[in-house]
């Protein structure tokens, strides 16, 4: 078997490309590879953005894994429809998301669900709207350990806005959240001695609350680059989503991390335009397209640049393109697989080598019932 073998079906001639197949066995051994280096499923926490299926919330719920971290009421939805114990939305929900939140925890009331916050204002409006609904939201500070994209910095003023939940009608305070996502050192030795230095602000300001007498039932934290890091602190829960199917972007970047591809972009050769040319239907609206090329990694053809990328035209420069007829499959390792999964109504689902299943990728929509 050649090593990119396990990216082929058998059955591939049947499958209509541009296409996103998951790779099933690669996906148990990818959970597996989470739950070992936790120790234990109830430490994990991950983030289902990045496959958006519930066929997948099922295989965690059989490996122990229980709680689940989200970005919209969608996923949120497909999270406790799926069997989810425990839901966490990761997103301060604000204008009518705050309606819709308080609607999800009555429809699905065997899930415990938590939001988070960084802002006052925002507690206030969720403190409004579920105090006369009878409901008591859990909610998690958001703390900005860095990226500066949400949160507020662990420190007085976020003390203070934890002490108000304690306050607030319908809220009730859930520990804390602290997303490392700026953290991409290549080196895993930089990127842990930067884990630790933002962490420790987070350890902090927990002593500090639960000296004042306020409960901190979790912290939550990290994404894939920190796992391994976050994982050995016994005492936080982790939120790793790529690690569930991987893409060539972690992959290439993060080579400490051992976590299998499991998604491939099968596409073929629609034209060859030039002697050295060949053009793939595997267009922007088929692959992840927000980064520079390259957005796809090819095994079979390693020395290929990208030279146009259209919304369903990907043009390769190529000196193996005579190897590669007009109809033939050609199979990638998409560089980011969030969004990619995002493009794709449906993945094709490949068990022992076979493409035997067709999955709706249910959280992709931006509403399914609330
Ligand atoms: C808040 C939050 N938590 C966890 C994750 C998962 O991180 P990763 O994609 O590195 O696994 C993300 C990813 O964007 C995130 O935004």
């Known amino acids: 078997m050649k090593p990119d073998d396990w990216m082929r079906s058998e059955n591939e001639a049947e499958v209509a490309s541009p296409a996103l197949v998951l790779h099933s066995e690669r996906i148990d051994e990818n959970l597996r590879r989470m739950v070992a280096r936790v120790g234990d499923p109830v430490r994990l926490r991950p983030h289902i953005k990045t496959h958006k299926l519930p066929q997948l919330v099922v295989r965690q719920l059989a490996l ?5 971290k989200c970005a919209t ?18 997103l301060q929900p604000v204008g009518p998301n705050v309606g819709r939140f308080l609607h999800l925890m009555r429809a699905f009331p065997a899930t415990q669900f938590s939001t988070l916050t960084d802002s006052p204002d925002a507690l206030a409006t969720l403190s409004r709207a579920a105090a006369p609904a009878g409901v008591v939201v859990e909610v998690l500070l958001d703390l900005d350990v860095g990226q500066a994209r949400t949160g507020i ?83 936080v829960e982790c939120s790793p989503g790529t690690s569930v199917l991987w893409d060539a972007g972690y992959g290439t970047t993060m ?47 390693p020395q290929a640049r990208a030279v146009a990328h259209n919304e369903e035209h990907l043009v390769l420069e190529t000196e193996d393109a005579a190897h590669f007829p007009v109809g033939a499959v050609v199979h990638g390792i998409p560089w980011h697989i969030c969004p990619t999964v995002a493009l794709h ?25 609330i």
């Not at 122990?64 to 689940?68: C, E, Q, R, V, W």
């Not at 009421?73 to 990761?90: C, K």
């Not at 927000?290 to 053809?301: D, G, S």
């Not at 449906?346 to 493409?355: D, E, S």
Request: overall charge positive.
């Open 64 to 68: 122990g894994i229980t709680k689940f």
């Open 73 to 90: 009421i969608a996923e949120a939805e497909l999270a406790a429809s799926a069997g989810a114990a425990d839901v966490l939305l990761a």
């Open 153 to 235: 910095a662990p420190g007085p003023e976020a003390a203070a806005l934890y002490q108000a939940m304690r306050t607030l009608p319908g809220i009730r305070p859930g520990g804390l959240h602290a997303y490392d996502g700026q953290l991409h050192q290549r080196d895993a030795a930089e990127r842990r001695a930067a884990c630790e230095r933002a962490y420790a602000a987070v350890e902090k300001l927990r002593t500090e609350l639960l000296a004042a007498g306020l409960a901190v039932p979790r912290v939550v934290v990290g994404g894939t680059p920190t796992f391994p890091f976050h994982a050995r602190r016994g005492d």
């Open 255 to 301: 080579p400490d991390l051992d976590f299998l591809p499991a998604a491939t972009l099968l596409t073929r050769v629609v034209s060859r335009p030039a002697h050295n040319r060949l053009c793939l239907d595997l267009g922007h609206k088929a692959v992840a397209s927000e980064m520079p090329h390259p957005r796809v990694i090819f095994p079979e053809l």
């Open 345 to 369: 109504s449906h993945v094709h689902v490949a068990t022992a080598g076979r493409a035997s299943a067709i999955w709706p990728v249910v959280g992709r929509a931006r509403f399914i019932t």
